[in-house]
């Protein structure tokens, strides 16, 4: 069983900088598909930036310049760098990961811009 544990969201002001963790355990995920998504108040979980098992980094257009996946295969942890955060990325951010046949999820972290 696949563990997911996101961290690091909060408030801060427009134009500022978060960074999420998201810790796995119960598996060692390697290379496995992992993913950050987000979902605003009212609306669908969206896909933030994905990291293929390939090694390929794919971002949303609306984070793009601004949000940096990454990961740390040691700890077996991914990360979201987000700089420059706008009102509009205000949302609780879940990581994911397929793993094997499964699909698994932390239990999102909520990050709100505002001033």
């Known amino acids: 069983q696949v563990h997911l544990a996101e961290s690091g969201g909060g408030l801060v002001q427009p134009g500022g900088s978060l960074r999420l963790s998201c810790a796995a355990s119960?598996?060692?995920?390697?290379?496995?598909?992992m993913a950050w998504y987000r979902q605003a108040p009212g609306k669908q979980r969206e896909l933030v930036v994905s990291?293929?098992?390939?090694?390929?980094?794919i971002y949303t257009d609306s984070v793009k310049g601004r949000f940096t996946g990454s990961r740390d295969y040691a700890k077996n942890t991914m990360y979201l760098q987000m700089n420059s955060l706008k009102p509009e990325d205000t949302a609780v951010y879940y990581c994911?990961?397929?793993?094997?046949?499964?699909?698994?999820w932390g239990q999102g972290t909520q990050v709100t811009v505002s001033s």
């Open positions: 990291m293929t098992s390939a090694g390929t980094t």
């Open positions: 119960g598996a060692i995920l390697g290379r496995y598909p």
């Open positions: 994911n990961v397929q793993y094997t046949a499964y699909n698994y």
